[in-house]
């Protein structure tokens, strides 16, 4: 396989990942200048951040990788692989949404009570 014959779909598929790819810098810009007011959630926040850049990189260059590898191979193993491949990014994505999650609740007083509760 030629470079041109990776590349030009590797970018295509991370100019996919464009608007995550946004988030998660602007994510981590936003965690780096509220740091000291919130360290907890900022390095909670942070993480999920980081993991999302990650797997917004690594998406596209796995799966290239792991579809030229299959070119060859039957149907129904590339459709295993892209199964697995699925879950394995749905889990990875979990985690991102899961420290978000805590990042939100840390550092929260057990006595602070929701806007709505408060009419």
Excluded: H
């Amino acid at each position: 396989m030629n470079a041109s014959n990776f590349l030009t779909p590797f970018l295509a598929n991370l100019l996919t990942q464009l608007p995550m790819l946004i988030v998660c810098a602007v994510g981590i810009a936003f965690t780096l200048v509220w740091w000291n007011r919130a360290p907890r959630a900022s390095l909670l926040a942070l993480l999920g951040f980081i993991l999302g850049l990650v797997i917004s990189l690594l998406l596209p260059l796995v799966q290239q990788v792991i579809w030229s590898g299959l070119a060859e191979v039957e149907a129904d193993t590339r459709a295993r692989w892209s199964t697995a491949l699925a879950f394995v990014w749905a889990v990875l994505r979990a985690g991102t949404y899961l420290l978000l999650l805590m990042a939100v609740y840390a550092e929260r007083s057990a006595r602070a009570t929701p806007a709505a509760a408060r009419f």
